[in-house]
C-alpha cells in the first residue's frame, strides 16, 4: 500500500528557531499534499494544501508567513515553522493523494515541542 | 452544531466485546473515511465508503448515505485496539480535498 514518511518523528528547539518537517510519499506521486496540526485530546485541523510545482493554500488563521510550504516534486513537500513559539508545540500530521483518487494517505506525524 | 458528530466520546470495553462506534455528519458527501489514531499519534487509514458496507478483518464500517450516518464495527476486541478512532468526511460543496474531521472516540480495551 501507499507509505508517507514524516522527518523527524520528534524534534525540540528553543524559542526562535525555525524548524524544517518534511513528508514524502515513498511509492507513488503525490499530486496534493496537505498539512495539519493537532493539539492534545483536538481533531486534527487543516493547515494548508500543497499542489507539486504551485504555491500552497493556507486555511483561515493560518499564517503563511510563519508556516512555510514547498512542494518542489511529486514526492516530497516540507512544512517550515519559522521563529518557533511554544504555542508552535503540537502534533503536525501531512498526508498525500493522488489526482483523482479519494484516498488519503497519511503519515506518522511530527510531535513538535518548543521550549 | 458540528459538521461531524461522533459518538460515544469514549468508550471502555473489555477483551472480546462487539465495539460500535458511530458517526453522523450534517454535510452532503461523496465518501466518509474512517481512520485509527495510535497513543504515538501515528494515523492510519481503515477505510474509505461511499455506500454499503466493507469488511477488513475484524473491522467492518457501514454508511448511509441518506441518514448520513456512518458506524464503525470492531467484533472480538482486543487490547491492541486501543485508540482513537476518528471519521473524517470530506464535504461536497467545497473543495474536495478539504476533509472535516470529527472529534474522535477514544477507544480503551480492557484485557
Known amino acids: 500500500g501507499a507509505v508517507v514518511s514524516q522527518h523527524p518523528s520528534w524534534v525540540i528547539c528553543k524559542s526562535g528557531t525555525s524548524v524544517k518537517i518534511e513528508c514524502r510519499s515513498l511509492d507513488f506521486q503525490a499530486t496534493t499534499m496537505f498539512w495539519y496540526r493537532q493539539f492534545p485530546k483536538q481533531s486534527l485541523m487543516l493547515m494548508a494544501t500543497s499542489n507539486e510545482g504551485s504555491k500552497a493554500t493556507y486555511e483561515q488563521g493560518v499564517e503563511k508567513d510563519k508556516f512555510l510550504i514547498n512542494h518542489a516534486s511529486l514526492t516530497l513537500s516540507t512544512l517550515t515553522v519559522t521563529s518557533a513559539h511554544p504555542e508552535d508545540s503540537s502534533f503536525y500530521i501531512c498526508s498525500a493523494k493522488v489526482a483523482g483518487k479519494e484516498t488519503q494517505y497519511f503519515g506518522p506525524g511530527t510531535r513538535l515541542l518548543v521550549l | 452544531k458540528n459538521e461531524v458528530e461522533q459518538s460515544p466520546q469514549n468508550l471502555t470495553a473489555q477483551e472480546g466485546e462487539f465495539i460500535t462506534i458511530n458517526c453522523s455528519y450534517s454535510v452532503g458527501i461523496s465518501a466518509l473515511h474512517w481512520l485509527q489514531q495510535h497513543p504515538g499519534g501515528g494515523i492510519v487509514s481503515l477505510f474509505m465508503?461511499?455506500?454499503g458496507k466493507k469488511k477488513h478483518g475484524r473491522l467492518i464500517a457501514t454508511i448511509n448515505i441518506q441518514e448520513k450516518h456512518s458506524s464503525l464495527h470492531i467484533t472480538a476486541s482486543h487490547p491492541r485496539d486501543s485508540a482513537v478512532y476518528i471519521c473524517?468526511?470530506?464535504?461536497?460543496?467545497?473543495?474536495?480535498?478539504?476533509?472535516?474531521f470529527g472529534p474522535g472516540t477514544s477507544l480503551s480495551v480492557i484485557p
Open positions: 473524517a468526511v470530506p464535504p461536497m460543496k467545497t473543495s474536495y480535498d478539504k476533509v472535516i
Open positions: 465508503l461511499s455506500s
